[in-house]
């Protein structure tokens, strides 16, 4: 074969060669195009799926998406929440308030932060504490209510001072897969007359 042959045959198959690349490189292109356009225009809700760590919590996996929230997960997390907002001490309180302001929903930040903070301030000033006993609890996963209902005690050192029948009604709202409390309301009945616990105050 004469030498220019064997250079034409050189440059067809380079150019071969680099049309395939650019072919290859176009078809990517357009398919990571198409699939972007999918992924960006489909409307399918996005589930979460929530492992719990310790079985005796739950025994399935707890999921939540933009229309559903398991009643487990709901009841979990309040209960942490009223573990936070209602066992509290001078020693506590101020923990217990910036974390369960982690929790709060931007549009009920502020009114929840100053109700907790001028609880504080009364729990410091009286040296007091209280502590909520959950008998029961009401879960409506549609709107994300939660009835807790049970006995808060308050102390004045090591003294009971109160025992009585209290129901506390949290509301959430989910932004983005996480729930966010909007409003913790405590509804105090009259106090028990079997209790022999005295209100001092």
């Known amino acids: 074969?004469?030498?220019y042959e064997l250079i034409s045959a050189d440059m067809a198959a380079r150019l071969g060669l680099k049309r395939l690349t650019l072919?290859?490189?176009?078809?990517?292109?357009?398919?990571?195009?198409?699939?972007?356009?999918?992924?960006?225009?489909?409307?399918?809700?996005?589930?979460?799926?929530?492992?719990?760590?310790?079985?005796?919590?739950s025994t399935h996996p707890l999921t939540v998406s933009d229309s559903h929230v398991d009643q487990d997960y709901l009841m979990l997390v309040a209960r942490d929440l009223l573990s936070l907002a209602m066992n509290v001490s001078p020693v506590n309180v101020d923990f217990n308030r910036k974390m369960l302001l982690k929790h709060a929903s931007p549009s009920s930040f502020g009114t929840l932060d100053e109700a907790l903070e001028e609880k504080a301030s009364q729990i410091k000033r009286l040296r007091a504490s209280s502590y909520?006993?959950?008998?029961?609890?009401d879960i409506d996963t549609k709107n994300l209510v939660v009835h807790a209902q049970g006995i808060k005690s308050h102390f004045i050192g090591k003294t009971e001072t109160l025992r009585q029948k209290t129901d506390v009604l949290m509301r959430?709202?989910?932004?983005?897969?996480?729930?966010q409390l909007l409003s913790l309301e405590e509804i105090e009945h009259l106090k028990n007359k079997n209790s022999a616990a005295i209100d001092s105050h």
């Open 1 to 3: 074969m004469k030498a």
């Open 23 to 57: 072919t290859m490189l176009c078809v990517s292109l357009l398919t990571n195009c198409f699939l972007g356009a999918m992924i960006t225009l489909k409307d399918e809700a996005v589930t979460t799926v929530l492992i719990p760590i310790g079985l005796n919590e």
């Open 132 to 137: 909520f006993a959950v008998e029961n609890m």
């Open 172 to 179: 959430f709202n989910l932004i983005a897969g996480k729930l």
